[in-house]
């Protein structure tokens, strides 16, 4: 593709080199986009800039948003929902669409927080955003023993968590927004007396995290529709009688590729077989190796920048739990211990990056991303996997009948 050599761009810069600009793409001029940006002074700056600036282009449409808004109306609302966050404190840019995004997912707009009643206990950072016990606690250095009281106050929350997970689980479809899987969530979290832990948490602005396709974890619930052959990761955690229940999974919107379905179902057998060797008197690194055992030998990689973490009182404490093979966790399983394994597993590099909001994990490579979670007991025996299936939960993975 050659830029347009019959339009002048006056008063414009280069989007290459920053020199005056007389030159303009013809795909930027066809889809009407914005004429900063999308200016260069020379043929050869063109070519150079081309790798990068190409993502202008792949902007949302509006028949597959399903919105009937114009182009402009799309740029204008996808800025909106960016500039959302940044007025909540997060590192979110008006500057769509000149991200160096590494697959085709884009951040749609946002709806206001929602509000939970006073009456729902809460934890420290529900008002102002700022976590205020979990930073300085012991905790994060010291592995705690919970007490039986503790304990069975961690298996009711952690019951309400699974329910709460389930209730998004029924709804998921194409067509519906990750935003409406956020509502169904903070509904159910609320109904069962609960706070949604994520709102707020770090000025976090919503009450689960959906990560769709090459998002690996933390994506932020949105206007986006989902899509038939998306995967969909829901992450729920639930604030109940002062702890902590997590867990997550990962739902295919109909019909999915193989690929995709190989990858999901590789992710749910990697945390399965690291929860059979949790008990006591196992090292805390050995998840890890066994993790990654299962996903090497399927042609998967295993995220490095994210782990599996304490949990109780505090959202997230010690101790850590690397999903990698050869990490140098610290300790060992103690009876007592409760503790999240979450693996996430790529399609194909492990490396990350972040989206501008400062919150959205996707690969390197844009290629999709799985994830599941538990929160786990370590018993006197073994393990018990206090955010289990329920009798009741949704019939959605076909590898379970096998």
């Known amino acids: 593709m050659a830029a347009g050599s019959d339009v002048a761009v006056s008063s414009l810069s280069c989007a290459n080199c920053s020199k005056p600009a007389n030159l303009q793409c013809p795909k930027c001029m066809e889809l009407k986009l914005p004429r900063e940006g999308s200016a260069f002074c020379t043929q050869e700056c063109f070519k150079a800039s081309w790798s990068s600036h190409k993502s202008v282009h792949l902007k949302p449409k509006p028949s597959s948003q ?19 966050c940044l007025k909540k404190g997060q590192a979110r840019t008006p500057k769509l669409p000149y991200y160096d995004w590494t697959g085709t997912l884009r951040p749609y707009p946002i709806s206001s927080k929602r509000i ?31 007490t039986p009281a503790q304990i069975e106050r961690m298996r009711e929350t952690c019951r309400i968590s699974r329910e709460v997970l389930d209730a998004a689980a029924r709804v998921i479809r194409p067509g519906l927004t990750t935003d409406e899987i956020d509502k169904v969530v903070h509904e159910a979290t609320i109904a069962a007396g609960g ?35 998306d995967i969909v990761n829901v992450d729920v955690s639930v604030y109940y009688k002062g702890v902590h229940g997590d867990l997550n999974e990962t739902y295919f ?31 805390f690194r050995e998840i890890g190796e066994v993790i990654n055992c299962h996903a090497s030998m399927s042609g ?63 690969t390197a490579d844009g290629k999709h991303s799985a994830q599941f979670e538990h929160t786990l007991l370590v018993t006197e025996t073994g393990v018990e996997v206090l955010t289990a299936r329920l009798p009741a939960s949704p019939d959605v993975f076909p590898w379970l009948h096998s």
């Open 253 to 283: 919107v109909g019909n999915v590729d193989e690929e995709s379905r190989r990858l999901v179902q590789c992710t749910y057998e990697c945390l399965e077989k690291a929860i059979s060797i949790v008990k006591p008197g196992v090292r």
């Open 300 to 362: 998967l990689s295993v995220v490095k920048s994210y782990c599996g973490h304490g949990i109780g009182e505090l959202f997230h404490c010690a101790p850590n739990i690397l999903h990698y093979g050869r990490n140098k966790a610290v300790g060992v399983m103690k009876a007592g211990q409760t503790f999240t394994i979450e693996p996430m597993i790529n399609a194909g590099v492990w490396r990350d990056r972040m989206w501008p909001d400062g919150w959205t994990a996707v």
């Open 195 to 229: 706070y949604p832990s994520p709102l707020n948490y770090n000025i976090f602005p919503k009450s689960c995290c959906t990560s769709v396709n090459e998002v690996i974890c933390h994506g932020i619930p949105d206007a986006r529709k989902l899509e038939d052959g």
């Open 116 to 146: 939970v009643p006073a009456n729902i206990d809460r934890p420290d950072w529900a008002d102002d955003g700022i976590p205020k016990v979990e930073p300085n606690s012991d905790l994060q250095h010291v592995v705690e023993i919970k």
């Open 66 to 84: 399903g919105t009937g808004m114009t182009g402009e109306q799309i740029s204008d609302s996808l800025n909106e929902g960016w500039l959302y």
